[in-house]
């Protein structure tokens, strides 16, 4: 007895000395934005798509600094996200797998990333330069197809059922329009939020069951809308603007959610999540929470993140990697705070509990 207890406890401990981790979902996948891109848009061709190729970008990557695509010093969200289920990272992007016939292979194992930078809720925005959310769906249902041609319909829906579905988008539709009136404010929240709930819907009769959704958060903040005062300070409008969508994304999801069997979900309050750090951003450690790490002029916003600038001192200690984008420590604290933290960062449930629950 005590002896098949010693040999238990022996194959824990060489499991978790050999750094396996168990994943806690079969797979991952992955929609959104620059936020959650791993390097999809290197794969787009035009002169005017948002890469993430060029030093410094990837400075801090794991296993040997390179750009990946990833807009940050190193992981993403995403990739934290992917971490907190027991992989090692965000599962590779959609055009890379194709372009290495291994797009099958990381679906049934790991799952796949479409996030594309710069893309948008609306297939209108910055369009022609990134993979606009409807087409991600287009490339999931693809994706699926191919899914089922190797392994069958029965496995791969029970697979996809017990996946995570990773969404990150709306930013960019903020930063895109520009509305005048309440009147095209309301008008807008509603083609966005009905776009975004057509997205959702058209997953589930995929297969998607578990979502966790990242809302969007103050993007009035970002060093790039700050430089925009000559004080530096947010731009209260567009948080207010944003912070409406947010608040219609989540009651869409309320009415939504009844209506479709089987499907469960956690969604970030971000704002929440942003003030946390931004209203005492010492007490996690960082010494800047308006100024981009890699840039140049004010607030590290004027300029682009190359390889020409002067980077901040402790990559660590900032929030903000380039004008727009968190820096690999914003987004590992967001993402464990959105798995592991307080309860008001997500809801009905947390990610975790959306994972390992449900
Ligand atoms: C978004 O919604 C508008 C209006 O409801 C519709 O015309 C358009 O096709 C939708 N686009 C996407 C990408 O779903
Ligand atoms: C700049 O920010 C201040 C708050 O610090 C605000 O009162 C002012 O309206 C802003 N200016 C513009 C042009 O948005
Ligand atoms: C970096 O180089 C670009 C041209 O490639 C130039 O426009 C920019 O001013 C330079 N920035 C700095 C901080 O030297």
Known sequence: MKGLVLLGLAVVALAA?????????????????????????????????PRANVPFYGIDFPGGAKPTGRFSNGYNIADYIAKNLGFERSPLAYLVLKSRNYLIPSALTRGVSYASAGAGILDSTNAGNNIPLSKQVLYFASTKAEMEAAWGTRKVSMLLA????????????????????????????????????????????????????????????????????????????????????????????????????GFAYSLTDSFAASQAIF????????????????????????????????????????????????????????????????????????????????
């Open 279 to 358: 209203s005492n951003p010492q007490s996690v450690g960082f010494v800047s929470s308006d100024s981009a790490c890699c840039g140049s002029g004010r607030l590290g916003a004027e300029g682009p993140c190359i390889k020409n600038v002067t980077l901040c001192g402790n990559r660590d200690t900032y929030f903000f990697w380039d004008s727009v984008h968190s820096t690999q420590r914003a987004a590992e604290l967001g993402a464990d705070g959105v798995f592991n933290g307080p309860a008001q960062l997500t809801t009905p449930i947390s990610f975790k509990q959306l994972a390992y629950n449900i």
């Open 17 to 49: 000395g050999a750094g396996v981790a168990q994943p806690v979902v079969p797979a991952v996948f992955v929609l959104g934005d620059s936020t959650l891109d791993v390097g999809n848009n290197n794969y787009l061709p035009g002169e005017d798509v």
């Open 162 to 261: 017990k996946s995570f579905f990773l969404l990150g988008i709306g930013s960019n539709d903020l930063f895109q329009t520009n509305p005048k009136s309440p009147a095209e404010v309301a008008a807008l929240y509603a083609t966005l939020v009905s776009n975004y709930s057509t997205a959702i819907t058209d997953l589930y009769g995929l297969g998607a069951r578990k979502f966790g959704i990242i809302n969007v958060g103050p993007v009035g903040c970002v060093p790039r809308v700050r430089i925009l005062n000559v004080t530096g300070a947010c731009n209260d409008a567009l948080n207010l603007y944003a912070a409406g969508l947010a608040a219609a994304v989540k009651s869409a999801l309320t009415t939504l959610a009844p209506k479709l069997p």
